[in-house]
């Protein structure tokens, strides 16, 4: 699957990564129980690990 993937490719505009960053905290905060917090914390985390960008 990864490797689909071409993390160099600009077709995906920082706006993608903005708005699944938006929604991934919309859904951390409405979380109810352990398991939706750590999920959504997760995706975030792996989030921000791929999508190191420039300032």
Same mark, same amino acid.
């Given at each position: 699957? !990864? &490797?689909?993937?071409?993390?160099? !490719?600009?077709?995906?505009?920082? %706006?993608? +990564?903005?708005? @699944? *960053?938006?929604?991934? %905290?919309?859904? +951390?905060?409405? *979380?109810? =129980?352990? $398991? #939706?917090? =750590?999920?959504? $914390?997760? @995706?975030?985390?792996?989030? !921000? #690990? &791929? =999508?190191?960008?420039? &300032?």
């Amino acid at each position: 699957m !990864n &490797k689909n993937i071409d993390k160099f !490719n600009d077709s995906i505009g920082k %706006e993608f +990564y903005i708005d @699944l *960053a938006n929604k991934l %905290e919309e859904m +951390y905060n409405k *979380a109810k =129980t352990f $398991g #939706e917090i =750590t999920l959504v $914390g997760d @995706l975030i985390k792996v989030l !921000n #690990e &791929k =999508t190191k960008m420039d &300032k």
